[in-house]
Structure formats: C-alpha cells, structure tokens
C-alpha cells in the first residue's frame, strides 16, 4: 500500500505543470485559473495561517464583473480581468494585488491589503496614481496614456519593488518601457527609484514576464 501510495505520489508530480511566472512578479500567485468560473483559490501566505480567498464575479449587464479578495473577515474588490496576481509579503502582514480590467495589456493597478495593528481587518492602499505620478515623466505619448503598475517582490515586510509600464499598445515612442521603484508598505509613499542595472543584478530572481526581453537583450554579445 505504501509503495502504491509512493509511486502515485511521484507520478502526480512529474505530471505536474510547472508554475507560470506573473507578468510583474515571477513568484506571484496567478489567478488566471478560475477567470471565468464561480470556484474560489485560497492562497495561503508563509505563515502557513493566514489565507486570501479570491473569487471573481461573473459580468451581467452593464456590469463588468471584478475580482473579490476576502480577508480579515472583509471583501476587498478590484478590477476583474484574468491576469490578476497576489503576493503575499515575507512576515504574511502584507498583500499585494496586481489587477487588471481584463484588456489584451492591462490596464494594471496595484493595492497592497496591510493588516492592521489591532484586530483582523486589513486596510487597503492605492499604489497605482502614486507611482504613475514619478514615472510620468518616462511616459514618452502623443495622448494621454495611463501607465499598467505592478508589484515585482518584496525586500522586507515594510519594502516593495513595484514596477510601471508604458502601455506596449499605445500612442507612446517608448512602448513596453519599464521602469522600477520602491515603495513603503506602511505610508504607501514611493521611496526611491531603483537603478536598471541594480534590480536585474540583485533583484532578478523576482521579475516577470514584462522584463524578459529586456534581460535577455541586456546579456547579448555581438559574435564578430
């Protein structure tokens, strides 16, 4: 019976699909899987205790549908389209919600869910008009255009690496651009930027799909 057990065990594991890196964030939990059907995900942070439970709500109407993470006891609501992604803080005090409104690129926008001193609620922050206002300036665009954000990884509990992006369909000479930053959990506040060669020398580890090719082209050499 043992042996059985142990042989299903290593089959279910080699069958296993590999997990798809995020757009942002290449250990963030993707939620493209119940996009379209009624099933909740439970995503459990490293405490092993503390779980987030996401469910999107099928459009009717004029309504759109949206994404619903409950946690704490509350529902906290977001944009509904199927690329959404959680990542949970290291010390599991902390969410970030990368959402998108279900076009081909995005729009994506970036809530961190913090859990508060006393009690079990959890308080949820914005960080989406913050870090587009710092990067407006790399927005090189005949209109206006609005940037996608998203969170790449944490450094600490109190530390995010959040990214923007100039929009890769759009009215912009520099589509696909990216840039990088630091923000604090506790204020919101956007810290610091983070130099290219720094977040793909220290930080590689955590980037998406969105930095790709611009590793990949970074690392070329020219054969003579």
């Given at each position: 019976?043992?042996?059985r057990?142990?042989?299903f065990?290593?089959?279910?594991?080699?069958?296993?699909?590999?997990?798809?890196?995020?757009?942002?964030?290449?250990?963030?939990?993707?939620?493209t899987?119940?996009y379209?059907?009624?099933?909740?995900?439970?995503?459990t942070?490293?405490d092993?205790r503390?779980?987030?439970?996401?469910r999107?709500?099928?459009?009717?109407?004029?309504?759109?549908?949206?994404?619903?993470?409950f946690?704490?006891?509350?529902?906290h609501?977001?944009?509904g389209?199927?690329?959404?992604?959680?990542?949970?803080?290291?010390?599991?005090?902390?969410?970030?919600?990368t959402a998108?409104?279900g076009?081909?690129?995005?729009?994506?926008?970036?809530?961190?869910?913090?859990?508060r001193?006393k009690g079990?609620?959890?308080?949820?922050?914005?960080?989406s008009d913050?870090?587009?206002?710092?990067?407006a300036?790399?927005?090189?665009?005949?209109?206006?255009e609005?940037?996608?954000?998203?969170?790449?990884g944490w450094?600490?509990g109190?530390?995010?690496i959040?990214?923007?992006?100039?929009?890769?369909?759009s009215?912009?000479?520099?589509m696909?651009?990216?840039?990088?930053?630091?923000?604090?959990?506790?204020?919101g506040?956007?810290?610091?930027k983070?130099?290219p060669?720094t977040?793909h020398r220290?930080?590689?580890r955590?980037?998406?799909?969105?930095f790709?090719?611009?590793?990949r082209?970074?690392?070329?050499?020219h054969v003579?």
């Amino acid at each position: 019976m043992l042996r059985r057990a142990k042989a299903f065990l290593l089959l279910a594991m080699m069958g296993a699909a590999p997990a798809q890196a995020g757009l942002f964030a290449r250990h963030a939990v993707k939620l493209t899987d119940i996009y379209g059907s009624p099933r909740p995900m439970t995503v459990t942070a490293p405490d092993d205790r503390t779980r987030a439970i996401a469910r999107f709500s099928p459009a009717r109407g004029s309504d759109d549908g949206g994404l619903t993470v409950f946690l704490g006891g509350d529902d906290h609501d977001f944009a509904g389209g199927p690329n959404a992604e959680l990542l949970w803080a290291p010390d599991s005090r902390a969410l970030a919600v990368t959402a998108d409104d279900g076009g081909a690129t995005g729009t994506f926008d970036l809530s961190i869910l913090v859990r508060r001193k006393k009690g079990r609620h959890w308080r949820q922050i914005d960080l989406s008009d913050r870090v587009a206002k710092v990067f407006a300036p790399e927005m090189h665009c005949d209109e206006r255009e609005t940037p996608n954000v998203g969170a790449v990884g944490w450094t600490s509990g109190q530390r995010l690496i959040v990214a923007a992006q100039v929009p890769p369909h759009s009215s912009c000479a520099n589509m696909g651009h990216v840039a990088a930053y630091i923000a604090d959990v506790k204020s919101g506040d956007v810290l610091m930027k983070v130099d290219p060669r720094t977040l793909h020398r220290h930080y590689r580890r955590m980037l998406g799909t969105a930095f790709a090719v611009r590793v990949r082209h970074r690392h070329r050499r020219h054969v003579r």
